[in-house]
C-alpha cells in the first residue's frame, strides 16, 4: 500500500471513536428522553441516518483504499479518488447532522446539500475506481 493510501487510512480509522462516540450519544438521547430527539422524528431520523452513514462509508473507504494502488490510474487520478472516497464519510453525514441540528427543526435546511455533496463524491471516486480497476 503507498504512503498516500496509509495515511488517508490513518486518518479514518481515527475517525472511528467519533462514531462510536455518536453511538452512545444517539443511545443516551433515547434512555433519557433528551427532548428534541424522540418527539423530532424528523430530527431522530436524520440523525440514525448519519449516524449509520458515517460508520458504513469509513468501512466501504477503508476498502476501497486496498484497491485505489492497484487501480490503473495516474497518481492525480489516485488522488482524486482517495479524495472524493473519503470526503463522503464526511460530508454525508454533516448534510444528516447539521441540517436539524436545532432541536426544534422539524424539515432539513439547506445544509442537507451536503449530503447530496457526499453521495456525488462516493459516485465520483468508486466510479473512477472502477474504470481503473478494468
Known sequence: MSPASLSTAGVLLITVPTIAFGGVSLLAFLMRDVPGYRDNPVRRGLWRAGHA????LVLFSLVALL??????LSDAWKTLVRTSIVAAPIL???GFFLSVAR???RKPS???YLAMAGGASLAVGTLTLGIGLL
Do not use: F, N, T
Open 53 to 56: 452513514h458515517a460508520g458504513v
Open 110 to 112: 439547506k445544509l442537507i
Open 103 to 105: 432541536p426544534s427543526d
Open 67 to 72: 484497491y485505489v494502488d492497484q487501480a490503473d
Open 92 to 94: 454525508m453525514p454533516l
